[in-house]
């Protein structure tokens, strides 16, 4: 996508950092750029994130046929919306009202109600009117009225603890093509080995690997992508782990690609039931980890 010549930025005034095609207006606009265009360190890894972020989403949004609706993706846990309006300023802008379904619409899903009036006065203000701001959890949004019953794309960066397990939910309710996720401070998984540390103890010299406290966390953590990624697995989804960035930038860094293919894996669900026999967690089955009845 190319931005007209007229509104092309010069080159030698912005940091390189910063997509020709992207809208100087609005990375000031959300403070990523100061009024003078300069670009600070905390800036500079924000934007790194949202930009290796985004180059996997327009992969996946060039992949999808457009349906008559348009393409629609939801950003869950949207925070500032910072990647919601990144995405919709490289990508869905450029589709426009002659494309199908009028170019598509994000969503972008969050808690925090002024963050929300803060979004929905900047879309507005910007002509973003493919935007929608929804002051709901991600758990609420699967039900709401509010959003359309298919969403092509879900992403969730950095959806603390088991927000984000409610945003592969929500994906699968919606029956989403592709969820990109980046998990954040999973503690629910750790909390229930903590709480099962004794009967493991003597069931299996795997529980060493969750002694410590700081190991729990470690295992916790670690254990609940691993879930995450066969219970896509189990529901239809090919899954890659990468990472988002380098560590030096962010620690919570695993990056979950998952698109759909229709096929449930029997292996995926079988795996997925074992792993939570053998750590004590077979609680999580029938709340955070139903499996589909004939898989």
Not at 201 to 221: D, I, N
Request: glycine share 8%.
């Amino acid at each position: 996508m190319k931005t007209p010549k007229s509104k092309m930025p010069v080159a030698s005034t912005l940091p390189p950092e910063i997509d020709p095609a992207q809208s100087v207006e609005l990375l000031k606009e959300l403070h990523i750029l100061t009024r003078d265009g300069k670009l600070n360190q905390d800036s500079r890894r924000k934007l790194k994130q949202v930009y290796h972020l985004f180059q996997f989403i327009d992969k996946l949004l060039g992949e999808l046929p457009a349906s008559s609706t348009g393409l629609t993706l939801a950003d869950h846990g949207a925070g500032k919306s910072y990647l919601g309006f990144i995405v919709y300023d490289l990508y869905f802008k450029a589709l426009g009202a002659g494309q199908a379904g009028g170019g598509g619409h994000i969503y972008g899903i969050e808690t925090r109600a002024e963050l929300v009036a803060k979004s929905q006065e900047l879309a507005a203000r910007l002509g973003f009117d493919r935007m929608s701001f929804l002051n709901l959890s991600v758990a609420e949004s699967t039900q709401s009225a509010l959003l359309p019953e298919r969403i092509d794309v879900v992403t969730a960066l950095h959806a603390c603890d088991t927000a984000t397990d409610d945003a592969i939910a929500f994906g699968l309710e919606k029956n989403a093509r592709a969820m990109v996720l980046v998990p954040c401070c999973q503690a629910e998984v750790a909390a229930c080995l903590r709480q099962n540390k004794a009967l493991n103890g003597s069931k299996t010299p795997l529980s060493e690997l969750w002694r410590h406290p700081l190991h729990t966390r470690e295992m916790g953590s670690q254990i609940t992508n691993v879930l995450r990624c066969l219970y896509l697995e189990a529901w239809g989804y090919q899954v890659t782990v990468t990472e988002l960035v380098g560590w030096e930038h962010s620690m919570k860094n695993e990056l979950i690609i998952a698109k759909h293919t229709g096929q449930k894996k029997r292996t995926a669900a079988e795996r997925l039931t074992a792993l939570l026999a053998e750590f004590g967690l077979s609680s999580l089955l029938p709340t955070r980890f139903k499996l589909p009845d004939h898989v």
